[in-house]
């Protein structure tokens, strides 16, 4: 092979040219009578690799299976997961699976829980909740794994899929043990909240869903907030600890997104500069942290997940009046809503409110008639109001009294020749904002 542009394909690729690099190794693939045993398959690989970041995946498929026919080339489990990844952009998780198996059957893959993880997204997306906790359970355990929340996190979506709550909890709580960004944190207490109130353990869920909103950067789900609100009325009657576990109602969306999306950061193989998997984190943690927790889930059998998948259809139909719940919740909310928001109309609040009206007024009092001047103020008097009104971009409000269908503001505005005036503006409703009826001035004796 050319080696001279082999390494100038790489450093293009480096560089982040994927272009340039898919014709340098191009080119060196048409010097067939030059290569080397394995160097077709190393060639084919990398390819693949620029396609991917192409974002052409069917045709990067077709390049990976060039690399896996040349025998004499040892990076199977790699070519393979990036196959994985591959059919798994195209949504065909079937073959994405099929994939993911043959990359962990290989000995000589080093990183097998990344093809783990693969494959458990894929089986979720498959509808097959128990495989999928078997792969994510393997990617949790891998000695080579350098951070299993992930796959605890998933694992615990599993969980809850095949209404294990108290599995899930477990779970949940292993990954809580592990540094993790904020966003992953907040989804994993709300999973960990919706994972307590289906086990019954009301204060738990309180805490572990005021955890995830706590900083206000991240919002729970539908499905979180109904047991949000469930787990606050529960502890408010006292019931915070229940006997009877409560139907599992978790939003089953999972964490990882790696089964929807290109797989953007293909596996390298020896020869290949080193690159950044985007679905783990880059510290590494000790392999022995999560082993003082509750490991009862990692003991399940195979066999055990399997049957726990079998019955599923017959725990669905046990959860169906939980729509019911949810739309009771529901009316409920609207209510507070609507009896908050009248409550809010009679006490003055409106919108646009009558602080933006006046301020409005002022900015631009040559446009004011057709935006802040209530209708039925006749066109002489509008314009005898607005004679009065100097343009003022930072009018000072010293005063507001407000009512259900009237408000008055005391406004001090400076005047373009210099100095100051005070204003009296009298404002009415307008539907659920307000509009200017009167502006006077108002001397400072009457403050």
């Given at each position: 092979?050319?080696?001279?542009?082999?390494?100038?394909?790489?450093?293009?690729?480096?560089?982040?040219?994927?272009?340039?690099?898919?014709?340098?190794?191009?080119?060196?693939?048409?010097?067939?009578?030059?290569?080397?045993?394995?160097?077709?398959?190393?060639?084919?690989?990398?390819i693949?690799?620029?396609?991917?970041?192409?974002?052409?995946?069917?045709?990067?498929?077709?390049?990976?299976t060039?690399a896996t026919?040349?025998?004499?080339?040892?990076?199977?489990?790699?070519?393979?997961?990036?196959?994985?990844m591959a059919?798994?952009?195209?949504?065909?998780?079937?073959?994405?699976?099929?994939?993911?198996?043959?990359?962990?059957?290989?000995a000589?893959?080093?990183?097998?829980?990344?093809?783990?993880?693969?494959?458990?997204?894929?089986l979720?997306?498959l509808?097959?909740?128990?495989?999928a906790?078997?792969?994510f359970r393997?990617?949790?355990?891998?000695?080579?794994?350098?951070?299993?929340?992930?796959a605890l996190?998933?694992?615990?979506?599993?969980?809850?899929?095949?209404?294990?709550?108290v599995d899930a909890?477990?779970?949940?709580?292993?990954?809580?043990?592990?540094?993790?960004?904020?966003?992953?944190?907040?989804?994993?207490?709300?999973?960990?909240?919706?994972?307590?109130?289906?086990?019954?353990?009301?204060?738990?869920?309180?805490?572990?869903?005021?955890?995830?909103?706590?900083?206000?950067t991240?919002?729970?789900?539908?499905?979180?907030s109904?047991d949000?609100?469930r787990?606050?009325?529960a502890?408010?009657q006292?019931?915070?600890?229940?006997t009877?576990?409560?139907?599992?109602?978790?939003?089953m969306?999972?964490?990882?997104?790696?089964?929807?999306?290109?797989?953007?950061?293909?596996?390298?193989d020896?020869?290949a500069?080193?690159?950044?998997?985007?679905?783990?984190?880059?510290?590494?943690?000790?392999?022995?942290?999560y082993?003082?927790?509750?490991?009862?889930?990692?003991?399940?059998?195979?066999?055990?997940?399997?049957?726990?998948?079998?019955?599923?259809?017959?725990?669905?139909?046990?959860?169906?009046?939980?729509?019911?719940?949810?739309?009771?919740?529901?009316v409920?909310?609207?209510?507070?809503a609507?009896?908050?928001?009248?409550?809010?109309y009679?006490?003055?609040?409106?919108?646009?409110?009558?602080?933006?009206?006046?301020?409005?007024?002022f900015?631009?009092?040559?446009?004011?008639?057709?935006?802040?001047?209530?209708?039925?103020?006749?066109?002489?008097?509008?314009?005898?109001?607005?004679?009065?009104?100097?343009?003022?971009?930072?009018?000072?409000?010293d005063?507001?009294?407000?009512?259900?269908?009237?408000?008055?503001?005391?406004?001090?505005?400076?005047?373009?020749?210099?100095?100051?005036?005070?204003?009296?503006?009298?404002?009415?409703?307008?539907?659920?904002?307000w509009?200017?009826?009167?502006?006077?001035?108002?001397?400072?004796?009457?403050?």
């Open positions: 092979m050319n080696n001279e542009l082999f390494n100038r394909a790489r450093a293009l690729y480096q560089a982040r040219d994927y272009q340039g690099a898919l014709s340098a190794f191009s080119q060196c693939l048409q010097d067939g009578a030059r290569l080397a045993p394995g160097e077709m398959g190393l060639l084919y690989h990398q693949g690799n620029c396609l991917i970041k192409l974002k052409d995946p069917g045709e990067a498929i077709h390049a990976y060039q026919a040349d025998a004499s080339y040892d990076a199977c489990g790699s070519v393979n997961y990036n196959l994985g059919y798994a952009a195209l949504h065909d998780y079937e073959n994405a699976v099929r994939h993911f198996e043959i990359s962990v059957s290989d000589k893959y080093d990183t097998p829980y990344k093809a783990y993880i693969g494959m458990g997204n894929a979720m997306k509808g097959k909740s128990a495989e906790g078997v792969a393997e990617a949790a355990l891998d000695e080579g794994n350098p951070d299993p929340t992930k996190l998933n694992l615990g979506v599993c969980f809850m899929a095949l209404n294990r709550p909890v477990a779970s949940y709580e292993s990954a809580l043990q592990f540094d993790m960004v904020p966003d992953i944190r907040h989804k994993l207490y709300a999973n960990l909240g919706q994972a307590y109130v289906a086990s019954g353990q009301m204060q738990k869920a309180v805490n572990a869903f005021e955890q995830a909103i706590s900083d206000k991240y919002f729970l789900s539908d499905s979180a109904v949000y609100q787990a606050v009325a502890v408010a006292g019931t915070a600890e229940l009877q576990v409560m139907p599992a109602t978790a939003d969306s999972g964490l990882d997104v790696t089964a929807d999306g290109i797989a953007v950061y293909p596996e390298q020896p020869y500069y080193p690159d950044q998997d985007p679905y783990f984190y880059v510290d590494g943690y000790d392999q022995a942290g082993q003082g927790a509750d490991e009862r889930f990692f003991t399940a059998s195979d066999e055990e997940l399997e049957q726990w998948s079998r019955g599923l259809a017959k725990q669905e139909r046990k959860r169906k009046n939980v729509g019911l719940k949810v739309l009771v919740v529901f409920l909310l609207i209510l507070l609507f009896g908050a928001a009248v409550f809010a009679t006490q003055g609040y409106g919108y646009p409110s009558q602080e933006t009206v006046v301020k409005q007024l900015a631009d009092p040559s446009a004011a008639k057709e935006n802040v001047i209530a209708k039925d103020v006749g066109d002489d008097k509008a314009a005898a109001m607005l004679e009065l009104v100097p343009q003022d971009n930072d009018v000072t409000i005063g507001m009294d407000k009512s259900m269908s009237d408000s008055t503001a005391y406004v001090t505005a400076d005047l373009p020749e210099g100095g100051q005036m005070k204003y009296k503006v009298s404002l009415v409703r307008d539907m659920i904002g509009k200017v009826a009167n502006v006077d001035y108002y001397a400072s004796s009457q403050y």
